[in-house]
């Protein structure tokens, strides 16, 4: 079972727990036997571009948070390794801002969440469906971010299925661009937990302690990870890690039954296939 997770969130991004210290994550880890862990949380921009309330920190907040996991680290040496780290976007024309954010962190995680469209106008995905071609866009820009340098870690790479009703060609060629880049670069692809866990133990935004059995019910909402993606990224030479992409208190505790469920919804073959590693 891995024993490390590069993907956390803090309070400053506006919808992780308002109410939950840094600390706690670090102790939630300690708690289920994690040697290292990352706070990746979603990056400041220096030129303000997504301009949503909610959703990242602030650019002022660079500093405090960086002090605040390097006071971490110290506290909790010999226990747990801590280093620190953003979530990012990649959009052309940002590329020295995010490289001055990887300069002063540990892990880059690239969590492709928006690109431009025809108009240089911001299409979010989950609030706009992407059209074909904005959702080989989407690949593209991985594939920029990574021939850039700056992600240590591709983030659910399959999420661009949440608007989407079949994996149909354009899902299958946007799926192996993907990979076929995460092959060429050398960056690992996430599984992401984070849908599993709103789908099942967080259902109404609401933490519940129901058994897995009863969990598994509601698999059939879970949109990613998907199936068919990791099928494919299977045939690709790749490595893979599970992300909790934790947001939530008790959220750390349950990796292990997210895990079991992400498994049953990818498929023992597929899993057996995948090359999982731990980053050092």
Request: net charge negative; aromatic share 10%; with cysteine.
């Given at each position: 079972m891995q024993n490390f997770n590069y993907h956390s969130?803090?309070?400053?991004?506006?919808h992780a727990d308002l109410d939950m210290k840094d600390e706690e994550?670090?102790?939630?880890?300690?708690k289920m036997g994690f040697k290292k862990m990352a706070f990746t949380d979603h990056c400041p921009e220096k030129n303000e571009i997504d301009k949503r309330n909610d959703m990242r920190m602030k650019y002022e907040q660079r500093k405090e948070y960086l002090e605040k996991i390097q006071e971490l680290k110290e506290k909790y040496a010999g226990q747990i390794e801590i280093q620190s780290g953003y979530e990012v976007e990649y959009l052309p024309g940002e590329e020295e801002n995010l490289k001055e954010l990887k300069a002063e962190t540990d892990k880059i995680v690239l969590g492709q969440h928006f690109v431009y469209d025809d108009n240089h106008n911001l299409k979010i995905h989950g609030k706009y469906d992407f059209s074909d071609k904005e959702l080989i866009r989407?690949?593209?820009y991985i594939e920029q971010a990574m021939k850039c340098g700056i992600?240590?870690?591709?983030?659910?790479?399959?999420?661009?299925?949440?608007?989407?009703?079949?994996?149909?060609?354009?899902e299958?060629?946007?799926?192996?661009?993907i990979c076929k880049a995460a092959e060429k670069y050398k960056v690992p692809l996430e599984i992401n937990l984070n849908n599993i866990f709103g789908k099942t133990y967080y259902e109404n935004r609401k933490l519940n302690?129901?058994?897995?059995?009863?969990?598994?019910?509601?698999l059939e909402k879970v949109v990613y990870p998907c199936k068919k993606f990791w099928e494919i990224a299977s045939e690709y030479d790749i490595n893979v890690l599970y992300g909790i992409d934790a947001h939530h208190r008790g959220q750390i505790l349950l990796f292990k039954e997210l895990v079991e469920l992400a498994n049953e919804i990818i498929g023992k073959?597929?899993?057996?296939k995948l090359n999982f590693v731990d980053l050092r």
């Open positions: 969130h803090t309070y400053r991004c506006g994550y670090v102790e939630e880890y300690i989407y690949a593209e992600p240590d870690i591709i983030a659910h790479p399959d999420i661009y299925m949440l608007k989407r009703k079949e994996f149909g060609e354009i299958e060629k946007v799926a192996h661009l302690h129901k058994p897995i059995d009863e969990q598994r019910k509601n073959e597929t899993i057996e």
